[in-house]
């Protein structure tokens, strides 16, 4: 089986050269990159499993690498590495296609098990078993299996953790579901930044579904989230 390919880009040289020479020593292969404006060209020849990118780098900054990547490639995860935790950052960093976070300083155990886990989520491990492919909400057509969602013709791709939140919704309309289990069962915990990632997230199904007015999720304050589907 051919080894995992993470692109890393750390401007960082003492720090980049530990944690690249960490992750080879658990098999990874490492494409490592110190300069923002070489990141991408790197991304678009080797077309790694996953990326680890810093976010203060010289040139162009992690968010500005990670909205090229996202261009042209809607699954890669991206995790970024930063020292900022004010909650713009870190909503600025979701928005621009980031799928983890995680603080500086960090430990090697840490950084492994955040890349285990999206990649697990990326080839679809852990995914609830779907009941059917296809079903209707409202005006709309979820193609579960495909990650996709229509209406009238327009069609929309959504990522990986975009259906599976929409599945969770759909699947228990009408029902209150707990925001702590939809962050265990979709990023493994219920820490801030993920927290914060799911808010992102919810924003963007709430915009993708606002063609059909008898479609709402309403935020139950301290709880979670109820989807109306009249």
Avoid at 13 to 21: D, H, R, T
Avoid at 50 to 71: H, S
Avoid at 88 to 109: Q, W
Avoid at 201 to 220: F, N, Q, V
Wanted: aromatic share 10%; hydrophobic share 40%.
């Amino acid at each position: 089986m051919a080894a995992v390919k993470i692109l890393y880009v750390e401007d960082e040289l003492f720090l980049g050269k530990i944690v690249k020479e960490s992750l080879e020593s658990r098999a990874y292969e490492v494409l490592m990159e110190a300069d923002g404006n070489k990141a991408f060209s790197l991304f678009a020849q080797h077309r790694p499993d996953i990326c680890v990118l810093d976010v203060m780098l010289p040139n162009k900054d992690g968010f500005a690498i990670a909205e090229e990547i996202r261009q042209v490639d809607q699954d890669v995860p991206i995790i970024f590495l930063t020292a900022k935790t004010q909650t713009e950052d870190l909503v600025k960093g979701f928005r621009t296609g980031g799928n983890d976070y995680i603080r500086k300083p960090f430990s090697m155990e840490e950084l492994i098990v955040r890349i285990e886990n999206a990649l697990r989520y990326r080839n679809g491990e852990n995914k609830p078993e779907d009941k059917k492919d296809v079903v209707k909400i409202g005006k709309y057509t979820f193609h579960m299996n495909h990650q996709v969602l229509r209406n009238n013709g327009d069609e929309r791709k959504l990522s990986f953790r975009e259906s599976e939140l929409l599945k969770v919704l759909y699947e228990n309309r009408d029902k209150i579901v707990d925001r702590r289990d939809i962050l265990n069962l979709l990023w493994g915990n219920d820490n801030f930044f993920n927290s914060r990632n799911l808010d992102v997230y919810i924003t963007k199904l709430r915009s993708y579904l606002k063609g059909d007015s008898a479609l709402e999720i309403i935020t139950i304050k301290g709880i979670g989230y109820r989807f109306v589907v009249e």
